[in-house]
């Protein structure tokens, strides 16, 4: 994700709407830039068909200046700069640059260097982060099942599209709803590793740490996940094409067990 983030900079800085502003006449940026640069951003933003619809209400449609700041000045960094809260920031920036999202503008680079990118360690570790943080978005949906949020992350047929189709569907059935008013429900990945980095096949290991607080339907119920558990992520080659394949979850399904 390092190599993505450094990127995205440099597309910010030579952006047209920036060359053509006083920031492309500025070597070292300071905090009225970043203003400014807040500024052009969410002009840009207003005029964007990627925010036409739900999803202007899902991630806003602006940047403050001081999320900006920090972005530009602070130094990468995989707790901070995996967070959800700041992905959206990324999925802003993204559009802004032209794209539909953080996702379609990895997916240029990865064509744009011809591959490279996916032998690189960031590369793999940012399909996990980018996985957890897309099947939080799947929760946050429920009772609607989103499967197509998974379409560019997790191999069709696969084992482990076909077991996390099954028990979120349950729950969807089950009509569970996300609580995350306040922060209440979060997650944070840390400390992967890769244990396999083959040609083909990559396996990584992760620590993960899930706090989720579903109401289901009209009666209330709270069911609460507080967990922290090690998964282990299967990522193959299949037609040029790097994906997830397969999971170890020691707690999947634990929703499904409490009636």
Known sequence: ?????????????????IQDSVLGNVQEWKRSHYIILSEIIKEELALSNELKDDKKFEIGNTISHITLQ?????????KTHNDLRFLKTLDKI???????????????????????????????TDIVYKYCSTVF????????????FFKDLVFDNSPFLERASEFSRELCDRQFELVTKNNRSNFEVFDIHIVT???????????EFWNLLFKVGETGEEH??????TQIYFIRKIDNVWKIWDNYNPDAGRLNNKK
């Open 1 to 17: 994700m390092k190599t993505i983030y450094n990127s995205i900079k440099d597309e910010v800085t030579k952006h047209p709407k």
């Open 70 to 78: 920090r972005f530009f000045e602070n130094d990468y960094q995989d």
């Open 94 to 124: 993204c559009i802004f640059l032209g794209f539909k999202d953080l996702n379609s503008y990895i997916h240029h680079i990865k064509n744009s260097v011809g591959g490279r990118e996916l032998n690189d360690d960031n590369f793999s």
């Open 137 to 148: 978005e799947l929760y946050k949906n429920f009772p609607a099942l989103k499967l197509e």
């Open 197 to 207: 980095d083959e040609p083909e096949k990559k396996i990584l290991e992760t620590q």
């Open 224 to 229: 609460f996940v507080n967990q922290l558990n």
